[in-house]
């Protein structure tokens, strides 16, 4: 993930050929070259076309993504209404005292005010200060299509107003990213691949299509094992569908009531291995009352190891399978008891609440 310190996505370049040369007669006698001859390559309709559609979407969007400075981090941000209320990524703004923003297409900086987070979605709303900030239009991701030309719009590496192009790569990823300093880390649901990579500073800008509106909000880059290193053209994005579900209780709130995701009911904490220091298991802290865990016979100092069948050596295994179920759903549910005894139980799962 990236943390934010910083800036980022990704662009992919399209170079162009530049072909010069002579043409002659049926008797080899040369003819002068006309000067568009000379200096450029022909291009097609479609290619201007397709150029000038970039340009528009530009114009119109661009001045709805912010750059968001705090004493901690940098990143993005898009404009959400005409009232100053901005979304970004919760790890850009986690533990900020002081937040200031600026248009990426110019103008006076404005400080701004956190309205709330949601560090399960990544999600977070600022309030600028004053200025006349134009709102983005938003899109449906649910409509995204695998292949659809998106543009990526932020302030990479501190570069403000930077845009670049990819494509749709995959849909309904499950994105999983650490939690650092104040951010506790997230598993975002449906989350959008893209080519356009994204590096530190892109995170909270906008995942942009050609018709001008805002699908997605660029939020982590995937690492390269090997490399240990962020592994180029694959980017992922929180959802426009989410943002539109969780923002306006933000805005409204300064918490999320409903966050449409499940939960087990259980506060738990990752258990290491002493010896090859592998992560084993999810242990069991603290049981909610009246809720599923309880309900199903699970106490604390369980230990939870899988859930539909799918191991759960860490919180963020964990996190990743109810990620992808909903309150209301039963889950089967296998546990090991302190005496060393294991069971599988059926828990049906209620909500994930959200904090302020």
């Not at 050929?17 to 291009?43: I, N, R």
């Not at 991701?141 to 030309?149: D, E, N």
Request: glycine content about 14%; overall charge neutral.
């Amino acid at each position: 993930m990236d943390r934010d310190v910083k800036a980022g996505a990704c662009a992919l370049a399209v170079a162009g050929m530049l072909v010069l040369g002579a043409c002659s007669d049926g008797g080899g006698a040369e003819k002068a070259a006309t000067p568009a001859a000379q200096t450029s390559a022909p291009v097609s309709d479609s290619a201007t076309g397709l150029e000038q559609q970039y340009e528009r979407v530009v114009d119109a969007v661009l001045p709805s993504v912010v750059k968001i400075q705090t004493d901690q981090a940098e990143g993005s941000g898009v404009v959400y209404d005409a009232q100053g209320h901005i979304v970004t990524n919760a790890h850009v703004v986690a533990g900020a005292k002081k937040i200031q923003v600026t248009s990426s297409s110019g103008g006076a900086t404005l400080d701004a005010d956190l309205v709330g987070a949601f560090a399960a979605d990544d999600l977070a709303v600022i309030k600028a200060k004053g200025g006349n900030l134009k709102p983005a239009s938003w899109g449906e991701s649910g409509k995204a299509r695998v292949g659809q030309i998106v543009l990526a719009m932020g302030n990479p590496l501190g570069l403000a107003g930077s845009v670049t192009n990819g494509i749709v790569s995959a849909l309904h990823r499950t994105v999983s990213t650490k939690g650092e300093g104040a951010f506790q880390g997230s598993t975002i649901a449906d989350a959008i691949q893209t080519s356009a990579a994204i590096n530190p500073g892109n995170s909270g800008g906008a995942l942009v299509t050609l018709s001008g509106q805002v699908i997605g909000v660029p939020t982590a880059a995937a690492s390269d094992p090997s490399a240990g290193s962020a592994a180029a053209g694959i980017g992922f994005a929180t959802p426009s569908d989410t943002v539109q579900r969780i923002v306006p209780q933000l805005i409204q709130s300064g918490k999320v009531s409903n966050s449409g995701r499940a939960a087990l009911g259980v506060t738990v904490r990752t258990i290491v291995d002493p010896q090859s220091g592998e992560r084993t298991a999810v242990a069991v802290v603290d049981v909610q009352r009246g809720g599923g865990a309880a309900k199903a016979g699970i106490r604390p100092g369980d230990l939870i190891l899988s859930v539909n069948g799918t191991a759960t050596p860490d919180q963020t295994a964990l996190s990743s399978v109810l990620a992808n179920l909903k309150p209301g759903d039963t889950a089967k549910v296998e546990v090991q008891h302190a005496d060393g005894s294991k069971k599988t139980v059926q828990v049906t799962l209620g909500e994930l609440p959200g904090g302020g």
